[in-house]
């Protein structure tokens, strides 16, 4: 198992990407754990004749890039965050911590798991 820095940059995660399928061809999964990588991955499996499915790729954002990416069968999933729903429970958490009033240590604003079968429901 390889773990390469990319800062979250599509241009670092095309350089991982080519790094990772030249030292191994028969790579079978990779996962980024933000999205602008994933598209630098893509653009190396075009480029070294992969086909759709031939690498398990997950993503993390849900970017539009990715949902499309997504529906065209190069990005096999990606987790979508909220980010309304984060900024929003973060306010009305942070005000009743203001006044005074209890409030959980954390505080789950959910994800979904983006596929082919609901990309539609997330745009690209």
């Given amino acids: 198992m390889s773990k390469l820095e990319t800062d979250c940059a599509q241009d670092k995660g095309l350089t991982a990407a080519q790094d990772m399928l030249t030292a191994n061809p028969n790579i079978t999964a990779i996962y980024a754990a933000c999205?602008?990588?994933?598209?630098?991955l893509v653009q190396v499996l075009k480029t070294q004749g992969k086909k759709q499915g031939d690498v398990i790729v997950v993503g993390f954002d849900a970017l539009p890039d990715e949902v499309a990416?997504?529906?065209?069968g190069w990005e096999t999933a990606?987790?979508?965050?909220?980010p309304a729903k984060i900024g929003s429970m973060g306010i009305a958490?942070?005000?009743?911590?203001?006044k005074g009033k209890k409030v959980p240590k954390n505080v789950d604003t959910g994800t979904?798991?983006?596929t082919?079968?609901?990309?539609d429901q997330f745009g690209g």
């Fill in 116 to 119: 082919k079968a609901n990309a």
């Fill in 112 to 114: 979904a798991l983006v």
């Fill in 35 to 40: 999205g602008p990588p994933v598209l630098g």
């Fill in 69 to 72: 990416q997504i529906k065209a």
């Fill in 93 to 98: 958490t942070l005000y009743r911590a203001v």
């Fill in 78 to 82: 990606s987790v979508a965050q909220f």
